[in-house]
């Protein structure tokens, strides 16, 4: 025969304030309130570009494209802030579709290089309507003064912290 217990009282737990209050706003620390920002700007774009079936890291990989062409795999890893497999998937999907195309690098052969195409050119116009809103939003309340310190603040942060 099971003994009947009580049920545990759960203890006072503290629950957390939601975004932009408590340590989750201006009392949190900078990294924390750097990362929760571009987790829900990720997610916002993320929901945007959905609608035209594009992913944030594609939209990424076409503008650096669109804004160095002829970059290898491994060079758009590095400014797209992502893996080289990631890249490698993208690459191989935006390839597919007809958005990029690759070539030989004039003196170093074997070294693929990568550039918009035409219909990667008209996908990236579209991407660049819905990522507009988006930055919109992210603006929002900003003088221009204010959005020009915080581009450079940002840009600063990136780096000052290379290793």
């Not at 204010?146 to 840009?155: C, D, M």
Request: charged content about 25%; proline content about 7%; overall charge positive.
């Amino acid at each position: 025969m099971r003994s009947r217990q009580k049920p545990v009282e759960p203890s006072a737990a503290i629950l957390p304030p939601p975004p932009g209050q408590g340590k989750r706003g201006e009392q949190g620390y900078l990294g924390y309130l750097l990362r929760q920002a571009q987790a829900a700007s990720r997610l916002t774009m993320e929901r945007a570009l959905a609608e035209i079936g594009v992913t944030p890291p594609q939209f990424v990989v076409l503008t650096m494209l669109r804004a160095y062409p002829g970059l290898s795999g491994a060079e758009l890893a590095r400014v797209a802030l992502l893996t080289p497999q990631t890249v490698g998937v993208i690459i191989g999907n935006l390839e597919r579709s007809g958005a990029i195309r690759k070539s030989a690098h004039p003196v170093h052969g074997r070294m693929l290089q990568w550039t918009l195409t035409r219909r990667g050119e008209a996908l990236l116009v579209k991407c660049r309507r819905y990522v507009r809103a988006v930055e919109k939003r992210l603006a929002a309340g900003l003088s221009g003064r204010a959005e020009v310190t915080v581009r450079r603040w940002l840009s600063k942060i990136a780096t000052d912290l290379q290793d």
